[in-house]
């Protein structure tokens, strides 16, 4: 028996692909008609969070944050079975992730954090990443689990809280990508030009790929051999500005890495690789 607590759009698909699988699932949901929508695929919904984890040897959560977690976790607690597994795939920070190992430890219960690059799609059809990090032989013990969830579990090693920071890392690229899209999409605009034709570009001329070969040339750390030099990168940035600010349109991530460039201009790295702005994190 498996208890999953948390089913939102994304926990509600974990639970669906279980039951596909033949698992019987307890569920519970702060708003509780979501838990009970559930039933019809075969779950079976309990409004009192303690009896929702009665009887489970496995409890799934998927909540909004530490907060949120510590508090059903404390609720719930009082109808834990001896030396239940909890398996949180919640994005929280990775102390509080390390916190709650140790404090459901000392309890006799097991914690661990597997946070996911997953949408409810791949929930439902088992697809995407999960991330694991901490006690090998805990993660050892439920593997063939998170497996059957995701279409690729990555297992980050011993430290506690490491996935949780990784998750968090994946996220702000997420959000970074996001915003500077946003803001090709506005100069698009400024130009007049059809974010059709944005969708063309990158259809042929994918940046994305190019991320992992970008990451290892920022960890190398070597800047003196630019491809793209840091004064002429510059002065694209500022005939981007000038194109926005032109037509009133207001540009989100461009202006704050035009004032890093500047900053690095005025410490004499113009004629270094643009990326030299990154140096200071590596």
């Excluded at 013990?141 to 011993?158: C, P, Q, Y």
């Excluded at 007049?192 to 940046?207: C, G, R």
């Amino acid at each position: 028996m498996k208890a999953f607590v948390g089913t939102g759009l994304l926990g509600a698909n974990f639970v669906k692909a279980m039951l596909r699988r033949g698992d019987q699932v307890q569920v519970w949901n702060r708003t509780a008609s979501k838990a009970k929508a559930l039933e019809t695929d075969g779950a079976k919904a309990f409004e009192n969070i303690i009896d929702a984890v009665r009887g489970a040897k496995l409890i799934h959560l998927t909540l909004k944050d530490d907060a949120a977690v510590n508090e059903v976790l404390a609720a719930a607690s009082s109808g834990f079975e001896p030396g239940v597994t909890i398996i949180d795939h919640t994005t929280t920070s990775a102390d509080g992730a390390v916190e709650r190992t140790a404090k459901w430890k000392a309890m006799g219960f097991t914690y661990l954090h597997a946070p996911v690059f997953m949408g409810p799609p791949n929930a439902l059809e088992s697809s995407g990443n999960m991330l694991v990090s901490g006690d090998q032989q805990v993660i050892k013990s439920v593997e063939a689990e998170l497996a059957k969830m995701t279409g690729k579990l990555i297992n980050f090693g011993s430290e506690e809280g490491k996935a949780a920071g990784i998750k968090l890392i994946g996220n702000l690229f997420l959000i970074s990508m996001t915003a500077g899209l946003s803001d090709a999409l506005a100069l698009a605009k400024a130009l007049s030009i059809d974010a059709a034709n944005i969708a063309e570009l990158f259809a042929s001329w994918n940046p994305g790929a190019g991320a992992p070969a970008r990451l290892d040339k920022l960890r190398a750390g070597e800047f003196s051999k630019p491809s793209w030099e840091l004064d002429m990168a510059r002065k694209d940035a500022g005939l981007m500005m000038d194109a926005a600010s032109e037509k009133g349109i207001k540009l989100t991530v461009l202006p704050a890495v035009a004032a890093e460039m500047d900053n690095w201009i005025a410490k004499g790295h113009g004629t270094d690789d643009w990326s030299v702005i990154a140096k200071n994190n590596l």
